[in-house]
């Protein structure tokens, strides 16, 4: 019996190209043997340069949260003066990770649906009396759809002398994050986004210029420890044992990221947003982010209608079209759902999408400027 079709669109975990699944149906090998060492210095030589960076790209088990924390224990010790840049809930899970490990944390929580901007970050380090170790931020703050503008932020940032460590857990891919030519520092990521891969494979790039830093910090670390993993990766392998299945798909996924080209990739993803918020205003709904200057390429935030529960649309498009969506967090539960349109994502998607919403609001009894 086949299962249900579905349209996966939550920010994660995204939709596997045929092509990923085929790879990663290839029997597992030995990976302390001469066949992963090659498969292995493949994907490092294809991770820079989907990151754009000279430095490492390290290859755990893990979720993105992992990352997150991987970053703080490898870059900061105890007491460390660093500033939190939180537009939202993964914004402040970042934060709280680095109070856990003892960080002297400075938060800059701004309005859920807004961007950061480089003069907000300016002005909020200047007015500490010592100045910051680092400052930590979301590139895409997958709680809001919202990205913040990362290349002007980084440029006052370095000016004042700090490192620069960026979630970039639903924004790698679906958007430019180049990491040597923005001198930015550490960036987060994770398989099951825009790379198009299951989850289970977390990645941090380390900027060569920012080594010393890890080389400096005294956080206890074991698992995550950036300096183990470098000697291993001079060797082509992991301290631990690796996800060889997974790292066949994210291989292959790779294969199909270069193959369309990086430009026209984010192109794609852009196209793709567009026609969503184009559909979502045309239907008679109101955007959560209405600017789209800071609007994201990897998912798109909808308010629900004033007499519609979030909850209820989201079982209506399960239950009956198929797809798959996300609601808000914290205080948005209820109040918006999330589409998301990374990776694996074209045009004809979205269309399925806007008429099923069209179709799961009129099913709830909302008919407001639908025709």
């Known amino acids: 019996m086949f299962a249900e079709k579905e349209l996966l669109l939550v920010p994660g975990p995204t939709p596997i190209p045929p092509q990923v699944q085929r790879a990663m149906m290839r029997p597992v090998i030995n990976h302390r043997c001469p066949a992963y060492e090659e498969l292995f210095a493949g994907l490092q030589e294809k991770l820079k340069r989907l990151f754009a960076v000279n430095g490492e790209v390290f290859v755990f088990p893990a979720a993105g949260t992992g990352m997150l924390e991987a970053i703080v224990v490898n870059f900061l010790s105890p007491n460390d003066p660093v500033l939190m840049v939180s537009i939202g809930w993964f914004g402040d899970r970042f934060g709280e990770i680095a109070e856990r490990f003892g960080v002297n944390v400075t938060w800059l929580k701004l309005e859920w649906g807004t961007a950061a901007t480089p003069e907000i970050v300016a002005k909020a380090m200047d007015e500490t009396k010592k100045p910051f170790k680092a400052v930590l931020i979301t590139h895409n703050e997958t709680s809001t759809a919202v990205v913040n503008p990362v290349k002007d932020i980084a440029k006052v940032v370095k000016e004042r002398g ?18 040597d030519e923005w001198q930015i520092d550490a960036v987060a990521a994770a398989s099951q986004k825009a790379l198009m891969t299951p989850p289970g494979i977390g ?21 995550w420890d950036f300096r183990l993993a470098r000697k291993f990766q001079s060797h082509n392998q992991n301290p631990y044992t690796p996800p060889v299945t997974l790292l066949y798909g994210l291989d292959a996924a790779l294969d199909l990221i270069f193959d369309e080209g990086m430009d026209a990739f984010f192109e794609r993803h852009k196209r793709v947003r567009d026609l969503l918020r184009n ?31 979030g909850g209820d649309l989201i079982r209506q498009l399960r239950n009956k079209y198929r797809i798959e969506v996300a609601g ?25 999408a806007l008429g099923a919403l069209k179709s799961a609001l009129k099913d709830l009894g909302w008919s407001r400027n639908c025709p």
């Open 279 to 309: 559909g979502i205003r045309e239907m008679g709904l109101e955007l959560f982010v209405p600017d789209d200057k800071i609007a994201s390429c990897s998912l798109t935030a909808v308010k629900v209608p004033e007499g519609i529960h």
């Open 203 to 223: 990645l941090v790039a380390v900027r060569e210029e920012a080594w010393e830093a890890v080389e400096m910090a005294q956080m206890p670390r074991f698992y």
């Open 162 to 179: 700090a490192l620069l460590l960026v979630d970039a857990v639903s924004g790698l891919a679906a958007m430019p994050l180049p990491m």
């Open 328 to 352: 808000g967090q914290e205080h948005l539960r209820g109040k918006i759902i999330r589409i998301s349109h990374m990776g694996y994502i074209h045009e004809s998607d979205m269309l399925l």
